[in-house]
């Protein structure tokens, strides 16, 4: 069974920065795609940023400039650097890897920006 742990999550002001890692279990290069969606209370879970094996991003139009996805392989880790963070950035970051059609999640880290 797939195992993803993500880390890094806190409290942080407006403006700061965080960065999340996700560590999975086995070999990342074991998964076309790796990505990071949030959820926010009361509200849907959305895709965030993703990456491919052959290291394609993508992003959510509000994040885009202020997050960055990348993967380490060698350490079976994807991260999410986010910088320049907003209030409405707050919510529980989840990380997934997508190989075929079966899906993996973490267990979420929470993420609150606020003064």
């Known amino acids: 069974q797939v195992q993803l742990v993500e880390s890094g999550g806190g409290l942080v002001q407006p403006g700061g920065s965080l960065r999340l890692s996700c560590a999975a279990s086995?070999?990342?290069?074991?998964?076309?795609?790796m990505g990071w969606y949030r959820q926010a209370p009361g509200k849907d879970r959305v895709l965030v940023a993703e990456?491919?094996?052959?290291?394609?991003?993508s992003y959510l139009d509000s994040v885009k400039d202020r997050f960055a996805i990348s993967r380490d392989n060698a350490k079976n880790t994807v991260y999410l650097q986010m910088n320049s963070l907003k209030p409405e950035d707050t919510a529980v970051y989840y990380c997934?890897?997508?190989?075929?059609?079966?899906?993996?999640w973490g267990q979420g880290t929470q993420v609150t920006v606020s003064s």
């Open positions: 086995e070999s990342i290069l074991n998964f076309n795609v």
């Open positions: 997934d890897a997508r190989r075929i059609v079966n899906v993996y």
């Open positions: 990456i491919t094996s052959d290291l394609r991003t």
